[in-house]
C-alpha cells in the first residue's frame, strides 16, 4: 500500500486519503503532546529510523517537485504518517511535526492570513526549507528536538512575511 501511494504521489495522482480537517488536526497535536509526551520523553532512535525512512521518500519528493499541488500531497502524506502507529503512541514529537507541517499547509488554505498570490510561493518556499533541514537533520535525539523545536517556534511566532513579502 505505501509503495503504491508512493507511485501515485510520484506521478501526480491524488491519494485516495484525505487527511483530517482543521480542527481535528489541532485536536491531533494537542493531545499528543499536552501530557502523553514531554521534553523528559527519551526519543526511541529505533523508532525513528522507522518514521524517517517512511517521511524521507516524500521530503526528497517536495525537493525535486516544480508543483505546489504535488508538493502539499508529499508534505499531506507525511504528515499522515504522524497519525500512524505505532508513531503517534511512542514517538516524541510525531503531534509537533503533524501541526508543523499543517501550519505550512494552512498558508495555501488563506488560514488564517490570506496571502493572496504570494501564498503558493511562500507555501513552496516553506515546504523546501521544513523538507531539506528534515533530511539535514541528524538522526539522533538532539536532532529530532531541534528539529521539531525549531518548527514548532517558527509556525507559532508566525514568521510568514505579510502579503506581498514573499522573496
Known amino acids: 500500500a505505501f509503495f503504491m501511494l508512493k507511485l501515485q504521489l510520484i506521478a501526480g495522482e491524488p491519494s485516495?486519503?484525505?487527511?483530517?480537517?482543521?480542527?481535528d488536526r489541532k485536536q491531533f497535536s494537542t493531545s499528543c503532546d499536552a501530557g502523553v509526551m514531554t521534553d523528559l520523553e527519551p526519543v526511541d532512535l529505533e523508532l525513528l529510523a522507522g518514521f524517517a525512512a517512511k517521511i524521507d521518500p516524500f521530503m526528497q519528493g517536495v525537493l525535486v517537485s516544480g508543483d505546489v499541488e504535488q508538493i502539499?500531497?508529499?508534505v499531506l502524506e507525511a504528515a499522515w504518517n504522524c497519525t500512524?502507529?505505532?508513531y503517534f503512541e511512542?514517538?516524541?514529537?510525531?503531534?509537533?511535526l503533524y501541526h508543523v507541517w499543517m501550519g505550512i499547509d494552512d498558508i495555501l488554505d488563506g488560514w488564517p492570513v490570506d496571502h493572496g498570490a504570494d501564498a503558493d510561493a511562500l507555501a513552496m518556499r516553506e515546504f523546501r526549507l521544513a523538507a531539506q533541514e528534515w533530511l539535514d537533520m541528524p538522526r539522533t535525539e538532539t536532532g529530532f528536538r531541534?528539529?521539531?523545536?525549531?518548527?514548532?517556534r517558527r509556525?507559532?511566532?508566525?514568521?510568514w512575511p505579510a502579503?506581498?513579502?514573499v522573496n
Open 16 to 23: 485516495d486519503h484525505q487527511g483530517l480537517g482543521r480542527a
Open 72 to 74: 502539499r500531497g508529499f
Open 84 to 86: 500512524e502507529r505505532p
Open 90 to 96: 511512542h514517538l516524541w514529537g510525531v503531534g509537533g
Open 146 to 152: 531541534h528539529y521539531v523545536h525549531r518548527w514548532e
Open 155 to 159: 509556525v507559532a511566532e508566525d514568521t
Open 163 to 165: 502579503p506581498g513579502g
